[in-house]
């Protein structure tokens, strides 16, 4: 039998390498500009497009989906012909994938700093970027299990085991996590409520973490590492053992997120439990990479791509060893909602996913275009410096997070709040945040050299698009297969490899959706609560338009020091007309669940319209375009009845006559602000987030009330 010659294409590997670069410069541009936005609010620049409330989500997308994304993409499509011995399924197919991801990304880029937002965080994309993403994703699987299918290697190496999980694992998280009922092409409102929402949300966001951000990455690990290494992996069981308890455990663990919230106790309960189980899966991962240099740490202290991979599996151990800590009751008592968990989150952003990314670059652009990396010294610099912008980057936030979490939490030997006052413990930090952008600064100073040193190196090369190769066709099963073990007999069918992995992330997810969203007793209803007025629903959206849930929370811990700050803990029927929830993950300025009456109605508009007037200090952005911008009235019918569509008990016939009690309830607030010589239009947008602010919490005071 004769070896068949055939083609590898690099250059659809070029290309998510070109986008990988361009991507995480612009995505890591834009968090240097939100870091130094929460130490100087001109830096907002009193523009609606540029505030932090609406660029923030575009930085963690255009991190995660657009740098990330393309770099996953990238490095499967490199590893995946070479471990198959086949060039790609379909030319066509990686052409669309490529250029549809780009489209999506791009589609991001304009639709989030125009306010078109979900506010589901890692998935803010409205509906129909939704829909693209699920078919670019199938595009990308066909193109996948078709280059899997013609292959001409029987056994499928553990790196493919890691992107077939991959796959599969994220197409479930998009679609549950993206049922939403659309109002209209730009606006949409989550078929979940409330507690339901948040548990959908927190098990796709803590997965979106596991399935994009860690088993890709993982899978390139096993490819690269010996690659570069030149030296097989430590242990063929352990990567069984990794594998399968990765991605068995991992689909657990997003309840840990919810700790001390409304969720049920069973649930947070599970999520701890295998939180902390994760440790011995994740750890089993980096250690199977670092063993793989045993014996050739001489070579580590020289070659600094082997540097890169040891700093980002060393930070991928870290963060997995922190994210289990941080599931702790007591931990997450302290940690959560401050920036601790920025720091964690960036621990392995930085350290893992860009170190492993810079490597890879480093590695594979030099082969492609069959020439020596420009510049070795330009690339150790890179190394030095991007390790010291994670320290000056992680270490100041987990001081912050340590401050926060103490401030919030201290009473005076008489028994009262000592920092009663949020904005004291916001003042307290400013100087970590400084340092913050300071290592950020030094970090993407150090991928734009690297972007430097590869242009250079491609230009002193040339790119081998079609990369000659040959194999021998793959043979028929000898009898003998049969007595493989049963591992080896799974990895000859990547069919069959996908319908077990399928069925081993849906064990959990079964056990922890389904009681909460099916059984309705587990969200037991308050009778005082009710759906919000026309008004309010129009606030709302507002609200979720301006990004305002990514600085606050709107739900109270049953901590005595919350409870002291902010009025009554939070109950589960508080939310049921909540589509989305609006739990927040980052206290930047205070919880907002008991507003409502707390202040007049002057107070929150002159609060919107300059913070720093009502709390000096403040670093809020100011809101001066809702006082110029007409509230859109014509959108109330369909959000009524979108509503109602969703179970919110609207009146039969409602959406025909809402405006009028919109009009009605937004000619009081008006007259209200006339009273304190504020004249400002009832039309406008200001008085709509002014009646949301004011009716937080207020339903379950009434029934405070009622009850006494």
């Not at 999520?271 to 014996?295: D, E, K, Q, Y």
Request: proline content about 5%; charged content about 15%.
């Amino acid at each position: 039998m004769q070896p068949e010659k055939f083609y590898y294409d690099n250059k659809i590997v070029r290309n998510f390498g070109i986008a990988t670069v361009i991507w995480g410069i612009i995505g890591m541009l834009v968090g240097l500009i939100i870091a130094i936005q929460l130490y100087q609010p001109e830096m907002n620049m009193h523009n609606q497009y540029t505030s932090f409330g609406r660029v923030r989500p575009l930085h963690t997308n255009a991190v995660i989906f657009a740098f990330v994304g393309n770099a996953i993409f990238m490095g499967v499509y490199y590893s995946l012909q070479r471990l198959m011995k086949a060039r790609m399924f379909s030319d066509v197919l990686s052409k669309i994938h490529f250029w549809g991801w780009q489209l999506i990304i791009v589609s991001a880029v304009i639709t989030l700093p125009l306010g078109i937002t979900t506010s589901h965080e890692y998935a803010e994309l409205e509906w129909p970027i939704d829909i693209l993403i699920t078919i670019i994703w199938v595009v990308f699987g066909i193109n996948m299990f078709g280059t899997i299918i013609k292959r001409r290697e029987r056994h499928i190496y553990v790196a493919i085991w890691f992107y077939i999980a991959t796959f599969v694992t994220i197409a479930v998280l998009h679609i549950v996590n993206s049922l939403e009922i659309p109002v209209s092409f730009t606006k949409s409102y989550m078929v979940f409520a409330g507690v339901q929402d948040a548990l959908v949300q927190w098990w796709y966001g803590h997965n979106a973490v596991a399935f994009f951000l860690t088993t890709p990455y993982l899978g390139m690990m096993y490819y690269f590492l010996p690659k570069m290494a030149n030296r097989p992996i430590y242990s063929y069981k352990l990567s069984i053992l990794h594998f399968w308890a990765l991605i068995f455990i991992y689909i657990w663990a997003g309840p840990h997120h919810l700790l001390y919230s409304t969720l049920p106790g069973w649930a947070q309960s599970l999520g701890v439990v295998f939180s902390i189980m994760l440790i011995a899966p994740s750890w089993g991962g980096m250690i199977n990479g670092l063993l793989t240099l045993r014996g050739a740490w001489d070579k580590v202290r020289d070659d600094v791509i082997l540097k890169f991979m040891v700093v980002g599996l060393t930070a991928y151990g870290m963060a997995t060893f922190e994210g289990p800590m941080l599931s702790l009751k007591q931990v997450n008592a302290i940690g959560h909602f401050t920036d601790w968990i920025i720091a964690h989150v960036h621990v392995g952003a930085l350290g893992w996913n860009g170190f492993l990314t810079f490597a890879i670059l480093y590695w594979l652009i030099p082969r492609i275009y069959k020439t020596e990396l420009y510049s070795k010294k330009m690339a150790s610099f890179h190394f030095w410096i991007g390790t010291l912008g994670i320290l000056f980057y992680a270490i100041p936030m987990y001081w912050s997070g340590f401050t926060q979490g103490l401030m919030w939490k201290e009473f005076t030997p008489e028994g009262i709040l000592k920092y009663p006052n949020f904005l004291e413990t916001t003042m307290r930090i400013i100087p970590m945040h400084v340092m913050r952008s300071i290592g950020g600064t030094m970090y993407l100073t150090g991928v734009i050299i690297m972007a430097v040193n590869l242009y250079k190196t491609a230009v002193r090369g040339k790119l081998v698009a079609d990369e000659a190769a040959e194999a021998m066709p793959l043979e028929k099963l000898r009898p003998e297969a049969s007595n493989e073990r049963w591992h080896r007999r799974l990895e000859r069918k990547p069919i069959l490899f996908l319908v077990a992995s399928l069925i081993v992330i849906l064990i959990g997810t079964f056990v922890e959706l389904m009681p909460t969203l099916t059984i309705s007793s587990n969200i037991p209803t308050i009778a005082s609560v009710k759906p919000y007025t026309p008004l309010e629903l129009q606030g709302r959206d507002i609200y979720i338009r301006e990004g305002c849930v990514n600085c606050h929370s709107q739900t109270i811990r049953p901590f005595r020091s919350e409870t002291e700050r902010y009025g009554e803990y939070s109950k589960a029927g508080e939310f049921v007309y909540d589509h989305p929830f609006l739990w927040g993950s980052k206290r930047t300025g205070p919880d907002l669940q008991r507003e409502g009456g707390k202040y007049g109605d002057s107070w929150h508009f002159n609060h919107l319209m300059d913070p720093r007037l009502m709390s000096p200090g403040s670093i809020m952005p100011e809101y001066s375009w809702l006082i110029k911008q007409k509230l859109d009235t014509n959108t109330t019918g369909a959000k009524i009845r979108a509503m109602q569509s969703l179970g919110v008990p609207y009146p039969t016939g409602y959406d025909k006559i809402a405006n009028n009690d919109l009009d009605k309830q937004a000619k009081g607030i008006a007259d209200n602000l006339a009273k304190d010589h504020i004249k400002v239009k009832s039309n406008k947008e200001i008085v709509a987030i002014i009646a949301y602010l004011q009716r937080l919490g207020t339903d379950i005071k009434a029934n405070k009330t009622a009850n006494n």
